[in-house]
Protein backbone atom coordinates (compact mmCIF):
# COMPACT_ATOMS: atom_id res chain seq x y z
CA UNK A 1 0.00 0.00 0.00
CA UNK A 2 1.49 3.41 -1.03
CA UNK A 3 1.23 5.89 2.30
CA UNK A 4 -0.97 8.76 1.65
CA UNK A 5 2.06 11.12 1.70
CA UNK A 6 3.70 9.14 -1.45
CA UNK A 7 0.38 9.56 -2.98
CA UNK A 8 0.14 12.97 -2.90
CA UNK A 9 3.78 13.47 -4.04
CA UNK A 10 3.32 11.52 -7.17
CA UNK A 11 -0.16 13.60 -7.84
CA UNK A 12 1.57 17.02 -7.15
CA UNK A 13 4.68 15.59 -9.22
CA UNK A 14 2.43 14.05 -12.27
CA UNK A 15 1.39 17.95 -13.11
CA UNK A 16 5.17 19.09 -13.30
CA UNK A 17 5.52 21.89 -14.58
CA UNK A 18 2.84 23.34 -13.34
CA UNK A 19 1.88 23.91 -9.59
CA UNK A 20 0.22 21.86 -7.85
CA UNK A 21 -1.62 21.20 -4.36
CA UNK A 22 -3.00 18.10 -3.12
CA UNK A 23 -4.51 17.63 0.68
CA UNK A 24 -5.90 15.54 2.26
CA UNK A 25 -9.25 15.66 4.20
CA UNK A 26 -10.42 14.06 7.72
CA UNK A 27 -12.14 11.43 5.78
CA UNK A 28 -9.10 10.73 3.66
CA UNK A 29 -10.20 12.18 0.47
CA UNK A 30 -8.17 14.12 -1.53
CA UNK A 31 -8.57 17.75 -2.57
CA UNK A 32 -6.50 18.83 -5.99
CA UNK A 33 -5.74 22.11 -7.01
CA UNK A 34 -3.83 22.96 -10.02
CA UNK A 35 -2.64 26.77 -10.60
CA UNK A 36 -1.96 29.09 -13.71
CA UNK A 37 1.95 29.72 -13.69
CA UNK A 38 1.24 33.23 -15.05
CA UNK A 39 -1.51 34.48 -12.57
CA UNK A 40 -1.87 31.54 -9.56
CA UNK A 41 -5.22 31.54 -10.21
CA UNK A 42 -6.57 28.05 -9.79
CA UNK A 43 -7.14 26.41 -13.24
CA UNK A 44 -8.85 23.08 -11.90
CA UNK A 45 -10.10 22.27 -8.38
CA UNK A 46 -11.59 18.78 -7.63
CA UNK A 47 -12.92 17.21 -4.40
CA UNK A 48 -13.77 14.45 -2.32
CA UNK A 49 -11.08 12.26 -4.28
CA UNK A 50 -11.32 8.94 -2.78
CA UNK A 51 -8.12 6.93 -2.42
CA UNK A 52 -9.51 3.62 -1.71
CA UNK A 53 -8.59 2.50 -5.37
CA UNK A 54 -5.11 4.18 -5.07
CA UNK A 55 -3.33 1.12 -4.59
CA UNK A 56 -1.18 1.01 -7.61
CA UNK A 57 0.72 3.09 -9.88
CA UNK A 58 -1.79 2.33 -13.19
CA UNK A 59 -4.82 3.50 -10.81
CA UNK A 60 -2.20 6.75 -9.42
CA UNK A 61 -1.55 7.20 -13.58
CA UNK A 62 -4.85 7.20 -14.64
CA UNK A 63 -6.44 9.35 -12.16
CA UNK A 64 -3.44 12.14 -12.95
CA UNK A 65 -4.50 11.56 -16.77
CA UNK A 66 -7.86 12.03 -16.09
CA UNK A 67 -7.18 15.23 -13.67
CA UNK A 68 -5.18 16.37 -16.39
CA UNK A 69 -7.72 16.15 -19.02
CA UNK A 70 -10.41 18.25 -16.98
CA UNK A 71 -7.61 21.01 -16.66
CA UNK A 72 -7.36 20.98 -20.59
CA UNK A 73 -10.78 21.54 -20.81
CA UNK A 74 -11.30 24.20 -18.34
CA UNK A 75 -8.88 25.84 -19.44
CA UNK A 76 -10.32 25.65 -23.18
CA UNK A 77 -13.59 26.30 -21.98
CA UNK A 78 -12.24 29.91 -20.00
CA UNK A 79 -10.50 30.69 -23.28
CA UNK A 80 -13.30 30.41 -25.51
CA UNK A 81 -15.44 33.04 -23.45
CA UNK A 82 -12.91 35.51 -23.42
CA UNK A 83 -10.95 35.10 -20.18
CA UNK A 84 -14.36 35.25 -18.49
CA UNK A 85 -14.54 33.16 -15.21
CA UNK A 86 -17.88 31.24 -14.83
CA UNK A 87 -20.36 33.30 -13.86
CA UNK A 88 -18.93 36.93 -14.44
CA UNK A 89 -20.49 39.24 -17.55
CA UNK A 90 -17.92 40.09 -20.41
CA UNK A 91 -16.23 43.50 -19.62
CA UNK A 92 -17.68 46.28 -21.87
CA UNK A 93 -15.71 48.05 -24.54
Do not use: W, Y
Amino acid sequence: MISILELRNIIELGFLPLRCQCTVSHDSSLTVKVFDPDSGRVDLLVTGISTVRLTSARAISNLVGELRSELVANQQAFFISGGQLAGQMPAKL
